[in-house]
């Protein structure tokens, strides 16, 4: 067969058949480019345009990804030319106008793309959708935030607002509909989701949104305040003192974009690590030109996501930050309380008269270490980082939405678990990211030569379930339009603000009910009092 051709606004692209493991046949097309590459004068700088192209383009490899640390080897790879898109779809006829699906990548705003590595077309595209992944940029490179009009932040989710963008112009020519978008995401892509949501630039690109495990309000999904500091002590770092903004920005404009990020990675103390801190993320950008940000996004939130929404969270979140609380030391963390956590988190036990003793009585039974252990941490930690914001989110969702909101937590801890095993962390509980095996084909796991999902098995199911639901979602805004063998329950919105409905995801799915968490923890309010 002929090798597939697509035009574009910029010009046309020659992708390629393939044949995916669930043994259907699709077209790929690979290392898009949605913008023209932030380099040289344009690094720092809100996204434009792609230039044009007359001869054919090949669209059969992935394009670089974003210069960051690979968390595997630990060395620093990628590239500030990295604003490259994927397309997976069954058809390339402009009249199929099927739905569209478009993945932003976690990795806290620092790491990751959006290559099949670790997002695989296979079980998505199966159900007749068009699959979008997208990289954009990251750390320095995408949130220098200089407080000020020529480096005011945010440029990585100014990346995602262009691909967007990009899909309304071109999408019909790879079969999809314009018309009918999702958006979705896992960590600080579910954060990305939640920030193109309530967002001005965002308004209109898509028409439902999917948030996994991440939510703008978390307390890691923004910076700290002051942000302007870490680009000073990065320009330290790199062997400049210097306290000025306009010298700051056009030092860092050019250095080298892999010596950038090794410095960047020098940033991160240990008790960042534990405190979930990050020197580069979202933030305000009220001096911008356009701002995408103007006001604090726990500001922003309250006026409620107005589309079919869908988030939730995984039941064992906090096992993700074991590693580091071990090597910090749990003796250490336990008796110096105060110094690990968040800033957010101790600025609101102390606005309401509480302090670090009370979250040891909860969460350790008392205040002495005698009850500390893995499963305590890790619960503890999983709540303040994730679902606290997660269930805010939810409330808001359901006081002042115009739409629906279905809230689920993935509960599946029966099978292999890749990222417990690379942890060595043997706790009960699905990861942070676990779900993530189960909607996409991981060619990690291939050139690790551990088995793809086995037909008929429980993890399997698992994912004709998930990936049913997800994409029955972006067909029609309900995540289970009708019941099946597959799918014998009917998945109901949230309707009540403290006692939330949400479906259990495990090895059977259940309806089930849980209270609000503002309702059980002394945090609950910690953004929102800000």
């Not at 290559?115 to 940029?137: A, C, Q």
């Not at 003793?357 to 039974?365: G, I, T, V």
């Not at 499963?375 to 115009?402: P, T």
């Not at 690379?422 to 690790?448: D, Q, R, T, W, Y």
């Amino acid at each position: 067969m002929r090798d597939p051709i697509v035009k574009t606004r910029s010009g046309k692209l020659c992708g390629s058949f393939k044949r995916s493991s669930e043994g259907y046949e699709f077209y790929s097309f690979k290392g898009i480019p949605y913008a023209r590459p932030p380099i040289g004068n344009l690094r720092f700088k809100d996204p434009r345009s792609p230039e044009p192209w007359s001869d054919l383009r090949d669209a059969t490899d992935f394009g670089s990804i974003c210069a960051q640390c690979d968390l595997v080897t630990r060395t620093v790879t990628g590239s500030d030319d990295c604003l490259y898109l994927n397309v997976y779809t069954k058809s390339i006829d402009k009249y199929a106008r099927r739905p569209v699906m478009v993945w932003i990548h976690g990795g806290g705003f620092t790491h990751g793309c959006g290559n099949d590595m670790l997002f695989g077309p296979d079980y998505l595209v199966k159900h007749d959708i068009v699959l979008v992944t997208i990289n954009y940029r990251l750390g320095v490179l995408g949130f220098l935030n200089l407080e000020d009009e020529y480096a005011p932040g945010n440029q990585g989710l100014k990346d995602q607002v262009i691909a967007l963008q990009w899909v309304q112009f071109n999408i019909t020519n790879f079969g999809g509909d314009p018309e009918n978008v999702t958006i979705f995401g896992e960590s600080a892509g579910g954060a990305s989701v939640h920030y193109l949501s309530i967002s001005p630039q965002g308004k209109g690109l898509f028409h439902k949104a999917i948030s996994q495990s991440g939510v703008a309000v978390n307390t890691w999904a923004s910076m700290p305040p002051n942000p302007k500091k870490y680009a000073f002590k990065l320009c330290s770092l790199l062997g400049k003192d210097i306290q000025d903004s306009r010298i700051a920005l056009n030092f860092l404009r050019k250095v080298n974009c892999l010596t950038l990020i090794e410095a960047q990675e020098k940033l991160r103390t240990s008790e960042d690590k534990v405190r979930f801190i990050f020197p580069f993320g979202p933030g305000v950008d009220s001096k911008a030109a356009r701002p995408f940000m103007p006001v604090p996004p726990s500001v922003a939130s309250e006026k409620g996501v107005h589309v079919p929404y869908l988030l939730g969270y995984n039941n064992g979140e906090g096992i993700f930050f074991l590693p580091d609380l071990k090597q910090e030391g749990y003796q250490n963390i336990h008796d110096d309380l105060d110094t690990y956590l968040h800033p957010r988190v101790f600025e609101t036990l102390h606005k309401n008269n509480l302090n670090s003793n009370d979250l040891k009585r909860l969460y350790f039974e008392s205040e002495s270490a005698a009850n500390v252990n893995d499963q305590k941490f890790a619960d503890l930690w999983g709540d303040m980082h994730f679902v606290d914001g997660i269930h805010r989110v939810v409330k808001i969702q359901v006081d002042r939405s115009s739409a629906s909101t279905y809230l689920y937590q993935f509960t599946y801890d029966r099978g292999f678990s890749f990222i417990k095993s690379k942890m060595n962390v043997p706790v009960k509980g699905a990861c942070h990211g676990e779900e993530l095996f189960h909607l996409f084909s991981i060619g990690l796991l291939e050139s690790l030569e551990l088995n793809p999902l086995e037909k008929g098995s429980t993890n399997y199911r698992i994912m004709e379930q998930l990936t049913k639901m997800w994409t029955n979602f972006a067909k029609t805004g309900r995540p289970t339009p009708n019941t099946s063998k597959l799918i014998p329950l009917h998945w109901l919105p949230v309707v009540n603000d403290t006692v939330f409905r949400y479906l259990n995801i495990s090895e059977e799915l259940r309806m089930e009910s849980m209270l609000c968490m503002e309702q059980r923890l002394p945090f609950g309010y910690h953004l929102k009092n800000k």
